[in-house]
């Protein structure tokens, strides 16, 4: 099949799954070209493109912008006449807002048009009235002019259908999918980082912002840091609460700044995720396949994946105290802990990037 990939949020978990296809599709012998934009490209992004490119990848940049204006009308021609240049294409693949959008309006004439969201911008707790009704507007109208949706979670297709009014055989869900776990040997990261024998690592990924919540995280272990002195919180990531969390002042909590999440994971006893509103994160089933037990707030689709007291344990988005008791079961049973690290690796295996790539390649294949 001849697939067209476009994409403005090159960056994060978006630009893992665009790369994460794009290699899976080429792999199958189909070819791909992938519209994007630069300005927002992450160092993930960059070396995917890298990989790929000699693979067979045509990259082509786009012009793009953020926001909702005049700009988009720009977007939009460019990707026709892209489409004119390189086509024709069997499917084209729009992902999040942005690239979703100009990817419907601009392929009319490409047989299937799909889109990812990778979370609406409906779903966030903070939107206001207005903002919502706008996007809901949006969003119905833009399904029109597609011919599917593909949604990462059952929890955003129950948003799509129910909240946004998006006709339900349109919609269809594909989870995100990992390789499996990342390279690296316990004892020498646990050796480098100075976690002693006997200490017990809890682990955060993910950027130092307000959605993902790490105060919450920080203000839960200081409760058992208070009993248990030989407990270690190691959070990797950078953002603008870093300065909040220095100055909480807690013993025991060091932040590792930017390194390879998925490595330090070996270190990791049990992983914290204490985001107030999550879609279906890739650092959720990195923990799982590195068999590192998750304790996370119940939020978005994290149980889809997560099964309460089976792969780890899932509490209230924003209670400290129960973030704080579940982190105190798995910090004083090592029995518990192995047995949900066991489980969570088992269960990370019906998340592979393989099926995820073969579901979606279904859906272009009508």
Known sequence: MRLLQVVESAATGVGRHVMDLSGGLLERGDEVVLAYADWRMDRMFAEGLARLEPKG??????????????????????????????????????????????????????????????????????????????????????????????????????????????????VHVVHNGVAGPARGDRESIRAELGVQEGDVAFGFVGRLWTQKNPLLAVDAFARLRAVHPEARLLMVGTGDLEDAIRARGVPGVELLGERNGPQTMHAFDAFVLPSDYEGFPYVTLEAMATGVPVISTETGAIGEAVRDGVDGFLVPPGDATALSGAMARLMADPALRARMGASARERAGSFTIDGMVEKIRTLYAG
Do not use: N
């Open 57 to 170: 990848l045509k990259a082509i940049k786009l012009p793009f912008s953020r926001e909702i204006g005049p700009e988009d009308l720009r977007s939009i021609r460019a990707l026709r006449d892209l489409i004119r240049t390189h086509g024709p294409f069997d499917a084209v693949h729009g992902h999040s807002s942005k690239g979703g959008a100009v990817a419907r309006v601009a392929a009319r004439t490409v047989p299937r048009r799909l889109y990812t969201p990778h979370a609406y911008i409906t779903m966030a707790p903070t939107i206001g009235v207005r903002k919502f009704r706008l996007y809901r507007a949006l969003e119905r109208y833009l399904a029109r002019l597609g011919t599917g949706t593909v949604c990462v979670s059952h929890h955003e297709k129950a948003h799509a259908v129910g909240t946004l009014g998006i006709p339900a055989p349109t």
